[in-house]
């Protein structure tokens, strides 16, 4: 069982930045696939990012490249989201997830994923 609690959100102007940290209960965290996803009004819940267990491996949504970079410390059971040059099209609720079995090739789905955490606002103004 893992319990994923989210923090970090907020208001910014375009072109700013936020980290988004979400943090772990559990003394597995270090073998979990975690993934970031965002959800705005009226919309279905989307693909933000992934890493591995490790942290050697990441995966983006073509939106988010170049702009955001997810990282994990296994340390201290907790997975970060730095959003630079943020776009009022980013604005949503931001999920953190985890899952022990989910295969790379399936990280940008969100059926894969077990666990979720309750969401952290990021609104952009323009």
């Known amino acids: 069982q893992v319990q994923l609690v989210e923090s970090g959100g907020g208001l910014v102007q375009a072109g700013g930045s936020l980290r988004l940290s979400c943090a772990a209960s559990?003394?597995?965290?270090?073998?979990?696939?975690m993934g970031w996803f965002r959800q705005a009004p009226g919309m279905e819940r989307d693909f933000v990012a992934a890493?591995?267990?490790?942290?050697?491996?990441?995966y983006y949504a073509d939106s988010v490249k170049g702009r955001f970079t997810i990282s994990r410390d296994n340390a201290k059971n907790t997975v970060y989201l730095q959003m630079n040059n943020l776009k009022p099209e980013d604005t949503a609720v931001y999920y953190c997830?985890?899952?022990?079995?989910?295969?790379?090739?399936?990280?940008?789905?969100?059926?894969?994923?077990?666990?979720w955490g309750q969401g952290t606002q990021v609104t952009v103004s323009s």
């Open positions: 559990g003394r597995t965290f270090s073998s979990y696939a």
């Open positions: 997830a985890a899952d022990l079995y989910v295969s790379s090739s399936m990280w940008s789905s969100n059926y894969e994923y077990d666990y």
């Open positions: 890493i591995n267990w490790s942290g050697g491996s990441t």
